[in-house]
């Protein structure tokens, strides 16, 4: 019998969370951002769940290549553009629309022997500092790349680096809308965050929206809002079975360090999923499981191979339990419905981290299974 522990993906949930993030932007066309394999849930496994999106988002030139293996016709976006000039053959071959984000990459345009004009997104650095034109050197730069032959359709684009947190979006709004509003072209500013909180109004929601992390279920300003708020499912659940139980008595400690002491007599059950799995490390007792569907926690270090968490309160729990480490249970049937499963996103805070990391650091090694 191999390793009792499996990742489940389900396609349900993506087609739901892509039609809450749809009616949160009405009439807005959607890019499914795929970048990092799916964030880690593998573009192969997902891709039926994201027919309903408008386009494909993504960074990486061999991702591209396996969207349209897939039968993807429609479009996609590389989200950091071209790296180098030869990228744009694959470009013009696969119909790939990209991010135009400094002045080299328009260089690579110029130079780049097409017959079929390719369509861009000039993208405005509005604050986050990282890929874009200045503001104040954007207009140079549509221009520049409104003269090239090699340049069909102009859209417009930024990222924001608060749309989650209190310091908002309207500081990059006012840039942005100074800076274009006479220009032509289609517009694209919001990812997840931006999408739920902010794309009420129009000129926020733009022409097309870019959600990636709310598509895979985890809430993009957790604890604020949990996902659970957003109507968001997840997608990626991560279980493992109990392989060994330990009684403990007050003063016995567990795992590396013996960094948690019992305080009385206590249950542990050691589950099959460590940090070669992809449970995070950092996780410190106490970080939220559920054991045959019933909530507990975690206790000690998390190790290579495995974790142990407390099945003292939960007297039927022993060799073969279902452990949920995120998402939902998939074995048992949960006997709280309200508390239904582990969101990833108190598993991420419980280690100092976000969802996403847990989603992309799910390891080869687990078995998953695709549940339509
Ligand atoms: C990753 C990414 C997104 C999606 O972000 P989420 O927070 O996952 O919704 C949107 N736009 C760009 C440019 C990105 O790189």
């Given at each position: 019998m191999p390793r009792p522990i499996q990742a489940t993906i389900d396609i349900q949930a993506l087609r739901h969370n892509l039609s809450q993030i749809k009616a949160a932007a009405p009439d807005a066309l959607v890019w499914g951002v795929v970048k990092a394999n799916a964030y880690g849930h593998g573009i192969e496994r997902i891709f039926e769940g994201l027919r309903a999106a408008d386009g494909i988002a993504l960074l990486d030139l061999a991702e591209a290549e396996r969207v349209r293996q897939l039968g993807w016709r429609g479009p996609i976006l590389l989200l950091e553009g071209v790296f180098e000039t030869r990228d744009l053959e694959l470009c013009s071959r696969l119909n790939l629309w990209h991010v135009v984000h400094c002045e080299a990459q328009i260089d690579m345009l110029a130079v780049h022997k097409t017959h079929q004009p390719h369509r861009v997104f000039l993208k405005m650095n509005t604050g986050m500092n990282r890929l874009g034109f200045a503001p104040q050197a954007f207009r140079a730069a549509w221009t520049r790349l409104n003269a090239l032959p090699q340049v069909d359709e102009i859209s417009l684009m930024s990222h924001f680096s608060d749309a989650d947190g209190d310091k908002g979006i309207a500081a990059a709004m006012a840039l942005f809308h100074q800076h274009t509003h006479d220009l032509s072209g289609e517009r694209s500013l919001c990812n997840s965050a931006a999408t739920l909180?902010?794309?009420?109004?129009l000129a926020v929601r733009a022409d097309w929206v870019r959600p990636g992390i709310a598509l895979y279920g985890s809430s993009p300003d957790f604890p604020l809002h949990s996902a659970h708020d957003w109507g968001l499912k997840p997608v990626m659940s991560l279980n493992a079975g109990i392989i060994g139980v330990q009684h403990l008595q007050a003063g016995d400690a567990v795992g590396y360090g013996s960094s948690f002491v019992a305080d009385r007599p206590m249950r542990i059950g050691v589950v099959a999923c460590g940090y070669a799995d992809g449970y995070p490390r950092s996780a410190a007792t106490g970080t939220p499981v559920c054991v045959d569907g019933q909530a507990s926690r975690t206790v000690g270090r998390v190790s290579m191979d495995m974790i142990t968490v407390d099945i003292t309160d939960v007297p039927h729990a022993d060799l073969g339990s279902e452990v949920t480490l995120w998402g939902l249970p998939q074995k048992t049937m949960p006997k709280v419905h309200a508390s239904v499963g582990v969101p990833i996103d108190a598993v991420a805070q419980a280690a100092g981290t976000v969802g996403y990391e847990l989603m992309c650091a799910l390891a080869a090694r687990v078995p998953v299974v695709v549940k339509d």
């Open positions: 909180r902010h794309a009420k109004d």
